[in-house]
């Protein structure tokens, strides 16, 4: 049971630490927590779902198209929501951030009803759901690798982002100082933009993943998830990338050991106490120390 | 100029406040107004649909016969999403309009025991097609009634008859939802399970919304059970059949009353089959009203009928009997209610008798549905 336990914990940290990284990335270039971010998640299960049943793409395709879909809306957030207040107090932008939380909610409520849908059937190719390894009695079907393919494929390419590309040493220079970036003649909207682009792409993925793999979504979904993965970014110290991936991947595993071992009734609660338990001990977050050199390295 | 913009409000809102005022003025003197609240939209709009479907075909009826005492009825929508906070709403709401003279529900029994006290306080009559949480008739304090069965009879049912004899096993899992009905189903099926000597592996506990239940039920099957109680509501068991599916396992599934709806099937697909559910009506099993009332309901909705439809049918019927007797005055008709207490002065619908006890409950039979080949079909 152990095992088992340990791969379910390891698939839900997974898509914990994807929506995670989107939280602390963004905080990183404009110190927000953008409440909206559930919302993406959300939103790239429902283009997903939409271009497959309506469409008729296939499950690739649809995956990728909303994928950018969500990079866009991530976007757009940004210029229309946020970038005008700029300049604002960070009050004004935090709640602007839960009123898109709120307003993009209720959009998808209305554009594609209220109640819980399934994920189109036959559409997650069929080799998916057959099993690929067996270790210690513990079954793992090519969806899971490919879960867990993505997540590392994710945490990988993120740092090469972040380390080796031009854009990277731009996002690291906005996020250590947006003034002296623009004076060295780095565009600062645009970096902050791709930013959100960046985070809604990730967000979006795991949307479709979370929809396809447990086969539901709803609109009000983003929001446990984005607590969740907030939560997680917390708990890796906020603004930091491999804290965020850490800390998704420590809340999940917590989650199931914890709904497993001790008491499913108080399953999110167990979640929850681990964060805060590290806070209390380590207040910035497990990579807390490196907040500030994350800001300079990031 | 400050002074002349308030005037203009003020003006304005006299002027909102009289057409309003009139509307339901002229619209009370010559309707009988009925509140009908449950979830329309939410994850649980699929059991709303079903319970508008079934008193608007007898809103229909009712009102191409004439109305009552040649008063034609209107029903009044108050969508509770089957969440606490917004049945206090609906109810304060129900409550305070003068011109709404009997309430229809709630349908969750966590929304229902918000919403009572509510009604006590207002002295509004109410009648639940559906809340089967045994506690509810304590809270309603003469004021409650239902013509569903309650979970003390429902989840005994299950452990005495359902598993054991029609099923055929002997160890089940419990996973339960964390709220009002499904604990006390979880609770009445347990000590039902004690008597006839069913053995309960495990029981393990969710919170609604979840959609990853992987942790519980890897918990759950490593005790060995042969059937697994989806002890909630439809969008939640069918995400548990799929997941357990795939942690491979393959015995039966059985529920109550909220597995009973066309979205569990919709949303679980194949993992669905092999499911059992008890429901307080089955058209298959329903007398002759019933087998017309099913005809009807499958022509003007154009699907087949469910147990909350039926019940939402018999629900306005039950008021309309009482109304035609005693006029649409709050007290009047929950005192017509209470004096429904024996068979003879019980009204017939389509599901069967019914009639209240004291606490305004009733007593009705269960019926045991499946889930073959993606399809809700008797079981017995």
Redesign the interface.
């Given at each position: 049971m152990f095992l088992q336990q340990l791969v379910n914990g390891l698939i839900i940290g997974g898509i914990y630490a994807m929506i995670a990284v989107g939280y602390t990335m963004i905080y990183g270039v404009v110190q927000l927590i953008n409440f909206a971010h559930g919302e993406i998640y959300m939103l790239g299960a429902f283009f997903a779902v939409t271009f497959i049943s309506f469409l008729g793409l296939p499950f690739y395709v649809a995956f990728l198209l909303a994928m950018i879909c969500c990079a866009i809306c991530g976007m757009l957030l940004d210029v229309v929501a946020y970038r005008p207040l700029r300049n604002s107090p960070r009050l004004a932008a935090l709640i602007t951030a839960i009123g898109m939380s709120i307003f993009l909610q209720n959009l998808a409520m209305i554009i594609w009803g209220s109640r819980p849908k399934p994920f189109p059937h036959g559409a997650v190719p069929a080799y998916f759901e057959k099993t690929a390894v067996t270790f210690g009695g513990v079954n793992l079907s090519w969806f899971h690798l490919f879960i867990f393919g993505l997540t590392m494929a994710m945490m990988i390419g993120l740092n090469l982002i972040i380390k080796k590309t031009r854009w990277g040493k731009a996002m690291r220079a906005v996020a250590q100082n947006k003034t002296m970036a623009a004076l060295a003649g780095i565009n600062v909207n645009r970096v902050i933009t791709y930013t959100f682009a960046l985070a809604g792409a990730l967000g979006g993925m795991a949307g479709i993943l979370v929809s396809a793999y447990y086969n539901s979504l709803y609109p009000t979904m983003g929001y446990v998830a984005g607590v969740k993965a907030f939560a997680a970014a917390v708990l890796g110290g906020i603004g930091s990338v491999p804290g965020a991936m850490l800390g998704g991947v420590v809340l999940g595993v917590a989650e199931a050991l914890g709904a497993g071992y001790l008491s499913s009734l108080y399953r999110d609660g167990i979640s929850y106490a681990v964060m805060i338990i590290v806070i209390i001990f380590i207040p910035a977050g497990l990579f807390g120390k490196l907040i500030k050199e994350t800001k300079k390295s990031m | 100029m400050k002074n002349k913009r308030n005037f203009l409000i003020i003006g304005l809102a006299l002027c909102f406040a009289i057409i309003f005022g009139m509307t339901t003025t002229v619209m009370a003197a010559d309707t009988i107004r009925i509140g009908v609240a449950s979830p329309f939209?939410?994850?649980?709009?699929?059991y709303g649909d079903n319970i508008k479907a079934g008193v608007s075909l007898k809103l229909k009826e009712i009102n191409d016969a004439g109305g009552i005492n040649g008063k034609k009825v209107e029903l009044v929508w108050g969508d509770d999403l089957c969440a606490p906070k917004e049945a206090g709403t609906v109810a304060s709401k129900f409550a305070a309009d003068k011109s709404i003279v009997a309430v229809i529900g709630h349908l969750c029994s966590s929304a229902t025991l918000a919403a009572m006290p509510i009604y006590v306080r207002a002295g509004m009559p109410t009648i639940s097609p559906t809340s089967t949480n045994p506690t509810i008739g304590d809270v309603g304090k003469g004021w409650f009634f239902r013509n569903c069965y309650t979970d003390d009879f429902q989840g005994k049912y299950l452990a005495k008859e359902v598993v054991p004899k029609l099923l055929g096993k002997k160890k089940v899992a419990i996973f339960y939802e964390?709220n009002d009905y499904a604990i006390g189903l979880k609770d009445s099926f347990v000590a039902g399970a004690k008597e006839s000597g069913l053995e309960v592996t495990g029981a393990?506990?969710?919170?609604a919304?979840?959609?990853?239940f992987?942790?519980?039920l890897?918990?759950l099957l490593?005790a060995k059970p042969e059937a697994i109680f989806l002890c909630g509501y439809h969008?939640e068991g069918?995400?548990i059949a799929?997941?357990a599916r795939?942690?491979?396992f393959d015995g039966p599934l059985f529920g109550a009353d909220g597995i009973d709806n066309a979205?569990y099937i919709?949303?679980?697909?194949e993992a669905t089959n092999n499911t059992y559910c008890t429901v307080p009506f089955l058209a298959e099993s329903a007398g002759p009203a019933g087998q017309a009332f099913a005809k009807s309901f499958q022509e003007t909705a154009g699907r087949d009928v469910d147990w909350m439809s039926a019940n939402a049918y018999d629900c306005l019927g039950i008021l309309a009997d009482v109304i035609a007797k005693t006029g649409p005055d709050r007290k009047k008709i929950r005192d017509g209610l209470a004096a429904m207490n024996s068979e003879a002065t019980g009204y017939k619908g389509v599901t069967g008798m019914t009639f209240f006890n004291e606490k305004g409950d009733c007593a009705k039979p269960a019926f045991v549905k499946m889930v073959k080949d993606g399809k809700f079909v008797p079981a017995q």
């Open positions: - | 939209t939410g994850d649980l709009a699929g964390n393990e506990a969710y919170v919304k979840t959609t990853d992987t942790p519980q890897t918990k490593t969008p069918a995400l799929g997941q795939k942690l491979g979205d919709k949303i679980g697909g």
